[in-house]
């Protein structure tokens, strides 16, 4: 078996990464590890091949750069044959207003990475997978793409354009037998919601919510979200008529606007 798997040096990455090296441990399993931290990515690999003997290729890379991850994706096929599974998991959030001139930079960023860096990652990938005539495509999403939340237009807009660009791929894929899911968490305990100050509502730790991703990748999910209790809380979403949700929102609470490095 053989994963990639981007934004792997943290948070829902690295989760997934070691509860697949936990649940092939011992086994015929390679993964594929993308970040943009080089020592984080080394850390890892050290950590789950030595604990569960199994293989790593790490590839420290932005996923940005669409020439850099179509390198690392050339370099893993040719090393080791075609992915039965990419995840696309490398993703940021920050507190974005648009009234601030300077926060049109973290728009971007926010929008490259979320968006095009599930493209970039997919796109190496495709041709490989047909010729095999199977393989499967995840992109992580998240609940905060089914309505706009104050405070967070950037990541809200990038989440809602993951989860259409992921139903457009999906149904683009079908007739090649390359599936993809759709994961859309709810908050998970991560150094990306450590930052936030307000009640997170069924707030799962990322390696529970990693065994719940694999599962629901294992089944071939096209859309699911996790934790089940977000997932009533999204439907519910989705049929509030505006002036409600308006009204609703207007004291909700904003994720803070810092600095983050990967501007």
């Given at each position: 078996m053989k994963v990639f798997i981007t934004g792997a040096s943290s948070g829902i990455g690295e989760a997934l990464a070691t509860e697949y090296a936990k649940r092939?441990?011992?086994?015929?399993i390679i993964l594929g590890l993308v970040a943009r931290r080089s020592e984080h990515l080394q850390n890892l690999k050290?950590?789950?091949?030595?604990?569960?003997?199994?293989?790593?290729?790490?590839?420290?890379?932005?996923?940005?750069?669409?020439?850099?991850?179509?390198?690392?994706?050339?370099?893993?096929?040719?090393?080791?044959?075609?992915?039965?599974?990419?995840?696309?998991?490398?993703?940021?959030?920050r507190g974005t207003l648009t009234e601030h001139q300077e926060d049109i930079t973290a728009f971007q960023a926010v929008m490259d990475i979320n968006v095009m860096g599930l493209v970039h990652t997919f796109q190496p990938f495709i041709a490989a997978m047909r010729a095999t005539g199977h393989g499967q495509l995840v992109g992580i999403a998240s609940v905060a793409g089914v309505r706009g939340l104050p405070?967070?237009?950037?990541?809200?807009?990038?989440?809602?354009?993951?989860i259409s660009y992921l139903e457009s791929l999906r149904v683009e894929?079908?007739?090649?037998?390359i599936a993809v899911t759709t994961i859309a968490p709810g908050y998970i305990r991560t150094p990306m919601t450590d930052v936030?100050?307000?009640?997170?509502?069924?707030?799962?730790?990322?390696?529970?919510?990693?065994?719940?991703?694999v599962r629901s990748i294992e089944h071939k999910r096209r859309f699911v979200v996790i934790p089940w209790q977000m997932g009533w809380v999204a439907k519910f979403?989705?049929?509030?008529?505006?002036?409600?949700?308006?009204?609703?929102?207007?004291?909700?609470?904003?994720?803070?606007?810092?600095?983050?490095d990967w501007l």
């Open positions: 092939h441990k011992n086994k015929n050290n950590a789950l091949e030595n604990t569960y003997n199994i293989k790593c290729a790490i590839y420290p890379l932005d996923v940005r750069d669409s020439k850099a991850l179509a390198t690392a994706a050339d370099e893993f096929i040719q090393q080791f044959g075609t992915p039965d599974i990419v995840i696309a998991c490398a993703g940021v959030s405070g967070a237009g950037a990541y809200s807009a990038s989440k809602a354009a993951a894929m079908a007739a090649s037998n936030n100050t307000y009640k997170m509502p069924f707030l799962m730790d990322a390696d529970v919510a990693a065994v719940k991703f979403m989705r049929f509030i008529p505006p002036f409600l949700w308006d009204f609703a929102m207007k004291k909700a609470p904003y994720k803070p606007r810092l600095n983050w």
